[in-house]
Antibody, heavy 118, light 107 residues
């Protein structure tokens, strides 16, 4: 069965970086795009960007351009999302979600809480 | 960016009620719309895609309709497990954007 398993919760200081992983199993890793979506406490869902695990190409939301980097490791079927220059407003649950290119997300990771606090 | 406006932002309903949630896009999105259900502390769950196609395993009391800029999620007979927050999402163009959510609460 398809599973997306994310890394554990993180606490970071303002200005630091965080790298969240998402390990995929149960399907051909390179056949589906992976998106990252975040959700601040009590708030809605915000799309951050997409990575094509096949070639590694990425597209990021303009809001995060210059601060976010999405990468993948095909040997371990894992995608990564690194967010730098963290500020308190980046406190959120970060999700990876699988889709066919741009599209609907039929599988989600369990979420990773990133807390930014001094 | 395409703005997605959901209404209402919250509603109270009873078990067995028919519930309708609306999502309006700031421009036409050619049925490139999905609906998700989210319960507290959990990841969203896909309900429908392509505006009206039911995801495998989702009960048939959920249905979707619409075209152009206006879309609707209907729950024909609300069940206890349906109390949750619902989000629409457009995937017509990047950045993919979500509605602000509709919280369905018990009356």
């Amino acid at each position: 069965q398809v599973q997306l398993v994310q890394s554990g919760a993180e606490v970071k200081k303002p200005g630091a970086s965080v790298k969240v992983s998402c390990k995929a199993s149960g399907y051909t890793f390179t056949s589906y795009y992976m998106h990252w979506v975040r959700q601040a406490p009590g708030q809605g869902l915000e799309w951050m960007g997409i990575i094509n695990p096949s070639g590694g190409s990425t597209s990021y939301a303009q809001k995060f351009q210059g601060r976010v980097t999405m990468t993948r490791d095909t040997s371990t079927s894992t995608v990564y999302m690194e967010l730098s220059s963290l500020r308190s407003e980046d406190t959120a649950v970060y999700y990876c979600a699988r889709a066919l290119s741009g599209g609907w997300y039929n599988y989600w990771g369990q979420g990773t809480l990133v807390t930014v606090s001094s | 960016d395409i703005q997605m406006t959901q209404s209402p932002s919250s509603l109270s309903a009873s078990v067995g009620d028919r519930v309708t949630i609306t999502c309006r896009a700031s421009q036409g999105i050619s049925n490139s719309l999905a609906w998700y259900q989210q319960k507290p502390g959990k990841a969203p769950k896909l309900l429908l895609y392509a505006a009206s196609r039911l995801e495998s395993g989702v009960p048939s009391r959920f249905s979707g309709s619409g075209s152009g800029t206006d879309y609707t999620l209907t729950i024909s007979s609300l069940q206890p497990e349906d109390f949750a927050t619902y989000y629409c999402q457009q995937y017509y163009s990047t950045p993919e954007t979500f509605g602000q959510g509709t919280k369905v609460e018990i009356k």
